[in-house]
């Protein structure tokens, strides 16, 4: 009864008054209940063409390691479909008019000479530029960074694993920017 | 006694608290083994050594395996929420853990029950959860890498991914981040700053910059701020002030490096093996120094 004289309220309210100026919500995010489903999402989608963003969450959902994917609203019925198909669905959908927290777009690229080294955020990727080995995986502060790096140093680019495979975290996304990075210029 | 607390990169290690010791590059804890090469290992390798040249007991361990999923960090943070109250050390180490801020808030309530506050040092992933709790000036000793240092310095990131493009982690803007992070109460009492110069400062501004010797191919390499955290937790575990701590551990960790030779293929296990060689080589620096002044 509380629920249904709010929504009363609500539309006595748009009888009466005019819609308040604000910024236009024309996109929503999807919340997951890991950044590994975040990763895994993002990857089906930009497969189908989706036009999506991974983006940090707004201040009220943060815990510390989050990831969330904004989307076009108009496509919110859709997108939910696919990826209920894939046994991926969020847990929930939230329509967003505020900025949201952009990921790092900058990257650094130091020369050794024989090694070039790619920095994205907190995390370098460092290849030997002859063999294009990985040689070293280093910065970042989550516990998948030491996982990666075990399993990534040693192997050339083509057969290691990429980081949004087996990454879980914001420094393996991060490292991901970096991964995609080297091989832009290698 | 040193608590080091962290993960290790193995999904089914279980929760293992212990005494640590290292063997051959791979430390052991409650009979359990995982190899010396990157985060909290080599952390823990670093501060076995650097104990084993001062001469006092090893390292307590509280490890467990996470890949990044974020379910052994939780155990972990709760197993410490029990059992932290009713400890006695000098130090705690707080290393690779997913960041977390309502785990990280308990486990500081649990901190604050012990019979004497420890000297609190925070890397990596539990420094990432006390900037985004709000809490950075409970902690003694920060020790962040340039990019950390800008994370720390912009106010509304919530982790090193997010740090807005403006804050730009360039060494020359060392000094301004390290005052920002200040200005908005997201730096420990003291912070050692790792990168091509390594920086020692507090709340009055840079302490410390040192310089060499310098092997530019470190930066490239994964665990070169594992052992630096691990020599300085260890110092300062023997008692040293947390300032002369931070410095002598880049010192130390600078000249094992230089002992290396590296490039930036080595690995950090390499630089672990010259660590005690580097410290004798401080200390003896600083006892020769104390002798002439006392003369």
Same mark, same amino acid.
């Given at each position: 009864m509380?629920?249904?004289?709010?929504l009363?309220?609500?539309?006595?309210?748009?009888?009466s008054e005019?819609?308040?100026?604000?910024?236009?919500?024309?996109?929503?995010?999807l919340?997951?209940?890991n950044?590994?489903?975040v990763?895994?999402?993002?990857?089906?989608?930009?497969?189908?063409?989706?036009?999506?963003?991974?983006?940090?969450?707004p201040?009220?959902?943060?815990s510390g390691?989050?990831?969330?994917?904004?989307i076009?609203?108009i496509?919110e019925?859709?997108?939910?479909?696919t990826?209920e198909?894939?046994?991926n669905?969020?847990?929930?959908?939230?329509p967003?008019?505020?900025?949201l927290?952009?990921?790092?777009?900058l990257?650094?690229?130091k020369?050794f000479?024989?090694?070039l080294?790619?920095?994205?955020a907190?995390?370098k990727?460092?290849?030997?530029?002859?063999?294009q080995?990985i040689?070293?995986?280093?910065?970042?502060?989550?516990?998948?960074v030491?996982?990666?790096?075990?399993?990534?140093?040693?192997k050339?680019l083509?057969?290691?694993?990429?980081?949004?495979?087996?990454g879980?975290?914001l420094c393996?996304?991060a490292?991901?920017?970096a991964?995609?990075?080297?091989?832009?210029r290698? | 006694?040193?608590?080091?607390?962290?993960?290790?990169?193995?999904?089914?290690f279980?929760l293992a608290?212990?005494?640590?010791?290292?063997?051959?590059?791979?430390?052991?804890i409650?009979?359990?083994?995982?190899s010396v090469?990157?985060?909290t290992?080599?952390?823990?390798a670093?501060?076995i050594?650097t104990?084993?040249?001062?001469d006092?007991?090893?390292p307590?361990?509280?490890?467990?395996?996470d890949?990044?999923?974020?379910?052994g960090?939780?155990?972990?943070?709760e197993?410490?929420?029990?059992?932290?109250g009713?400890?006695?050390y000098?130090?705690?180490?707080?290393h690779?853990?997913?960041?977390?801020?309502?785990?990280h808030?308990?486990?500081?309530?649990?901190?604050e029950e012990?019979a004497?506050? !420890? #000297?609190?040092i =925070?890397?990596?992933?539990f420094?990432? *959860?006390?900037?985004m709790? @709000?809490?950075?000036c409970?902690?003694?000793?920060f020790t962040?890498?340039?990019?950390?240092l800008?994370?720390?310095?912009?106010?509304?990131?919530?982790?090193p991914?997010?740090t807005?493009?403006f804050i730009?982690?360039?060494?020359n803007?060392v000094?301004?981040?390290i005052?920002?992070?200040?200005s908005h109460?997201?730096a420990?009492r003291c912070l050692?700053?790792k990168?091509e110069?390594?920086?020692?400062?507090d709340?009055e501004g840079?302490?410390?910059?040192?310089?060499?010797p310098?092997?530019e191919?470190?930066?490239a390499m994964?665990?070169?701020?594992?052992?630096?955290?691990g020599?300085?937790?260890?110092?300062i575990?023997?008692?040293m !002030? #947390?300032?002369? =701590?931070?410095?002598a551990?880049?010192r *130390?960790n600078?000249?094992a @490096?230089?002992?290396?030779?590296p490039?930036?293929?080595t690995?950090?296990?390499?630089i672990?093996?010259?660590i005690?060689?580097?410290?004798?080589?401080?200390?003896?620096k600083?006892?020769r120094?104390?002798?002439?002044?006392?003369?």
């Amino acid at each position: 009864m509380r629920k249904l004289a709010f929504l009363n309220n609500i539309f006595k309210q748009r009888k009466s008054e005019p819609a308040p100026e604000g910024p236009k919500v024309d996109r929503g995010i999807l919340v997951f209940e890991n950044t590994s489903e975040v990763i895994r999402a993002e990857g089906i989608l930009k497969k189908k063409g989706w036009d999506i963003r991974v983006m940090g969450p707004p201040p009220e959902i943060r815990s510390g390691c989050d990831l969330i994917i904004e989307i076009p609203l108009i496509e919110e019925l859709n997108i939910l479909r696919t990826l209920e198909e894939v046994g991926n669905p969020p847990l929930q959908m939230v329509p967003v008019s505020s900025p949201l927290l952009q990921p790092v777009d900058l990257f650094q690229k130091k020369d050794f000479g024989r090694h070039l080294m790619i920095r994205a955020a907190n995390m370098k990727l460092t290849i030997d530029k002859e063999t294009q080995v990985i040689v070293n995986v280093s910065g970042g502060g989550c516990p998948d960074v030491p996982y990666l790096a075990q399993e990534m140093v040693g192997k050339s680019l083509s057969e290691a694993p990429g980081p949004r495979e087996i990454g879980h975290t914001l420094c393996g996304y991060a490292l991901q920017l970096a991964y995609e990075e080297m091989i832009r210029r290698c | 006694m040193l608590a080091i607390i962290g993960t290790v990169p193995d999904q089914d290690f279980p929760l293992a608290a212990g005494e640590v010791v290292l063997v051959n590059n791979e430390i052991y804890i409650e009979g359990k083994k995982v190899s010396v090469n990157r985060g909290t290992p080599a952390l823990l390798a670093s501060a076995i050594k650097t104990c084993e040249v001062l001469d006092i007991p090893g390292p307590f361990g509280y490890l467990v395996g996470d890949i990044g999923h974020g379910d052994g960090s939780r155990s972990l943070y709760e197993h410490l929420t029990r059992v932290l109250g009713k400890c006695n050390y000098h130090t705690i180490a707080f290393h690779y853990l997913q960041p977390d801020a309502d785990w990280h808030n308990r486990v500081l309530f649990a901190v604050e029950e012990m019979a004497q506050r !420890p #000297v609190l040092i =925070a890397d990596a992933g539990f420094m990432y *959860a006390a900037k985004m709790s @709000g809490r950075s000036c409970e902690y003694d000793l920060f020790t962040p890498d340039i990019g950390e240092l800008a994370f720390l310095a912009d106010e509304e990131a919530p982790h090193p991914f997010y740090t807005r493009g403006f804050i730009l982690h360039e060494e020359n803007r060392v000094p301004d981040l390290i005052s920002r992070a200040y200005s908005h109460r997201n730096a420990a009492r003291c912070l050692l700053v790792k990168g091509e110069k390594d920086y020692v400062a507090d709340s009055e501004g840079i302490r410390t910059v040192v310089d060499h010797p310098s092997e530019e191919a470190m930066e490239a390499m994964g665990g070169t701020g594992d052992t630096v955290t691990g020599i300085a937790s260890a110092l300062i575990d023997s008692g040293m !002030p #947390v300032h002369d =701590a931070a410095v002598a551990a880049v010192r *130390a960790n600078r000249i094992a @490096g230089s002992y290396a030779k590296p490039t930036p293929a080595t690995q950090v296990k390499e630089i672990v093996e010259h660590i005690p060689g580097a410290l004798e080589e401080i200390l003896h620096k600083e006892e020769r120094i104390s002798e002439q002044i006392r003369a």
